[in-house]
Nanobody
């Protein structure tokens, strides 16, 4: 089965860049029709779709983060990465990577993050933005 593991620092200073990696096993990030996704959840808030890199390498970002976010991939390592620039304390959250099918991806673009049976999620990693 597909497994995803988030990796990166748990503490980032304001104004700096939050960088996380997602290590994927059991499937290839180039497998057709799958989307490789970053999601986050702050305390008391709903899951927030941040952005996606598709199997083709195409990227899609949440409008609210578009100016600060970048998602890339390393095919040789079967990993994909998140960069969130100019962070503020409100970026403190649990960060997840996931593999989504088209149904979930379409819903996220429309504003709703779903947990569906065909998707795989990492366990999440806490990132705190603080000086």
């Amino acid at each position: 089965q597909v497994q995803l593991v988030e990796s990166g620092p748990g503490l980032v200073k304001p104004s700096e860049t939050l960088s996380l990696n997602c290590i994927v096993s059991g499937g290839s990030i180039t497998d057709t029709n799958y989307y490789w996704v970053w999601i986050r959840q702050s305390p008391g808030k709903e899951l927030e779709w941040m952005g996606t890199i598709a199997w083709s390498g195409g990227t899609y970002y949440s409008p609210s983060l578009k100016s600060r976010i970048s998602i890339s991939r390393d095919l040789s390592k079967n990993e994909f990465s998140l960069q969130l620039r100019s962070v503020v304390p409100e970026d403190t959250a649990e960060y997840y990577c996931a593999r989504w099918e088209t149904e979930t991806m379409s819903a996220a673009v429309a504003g709703t993050v779903k947990r569906t049976a065909g998707d795989y999620w990492g366990q999440g990693t806490q990132v705190t933005v603080s000086s």
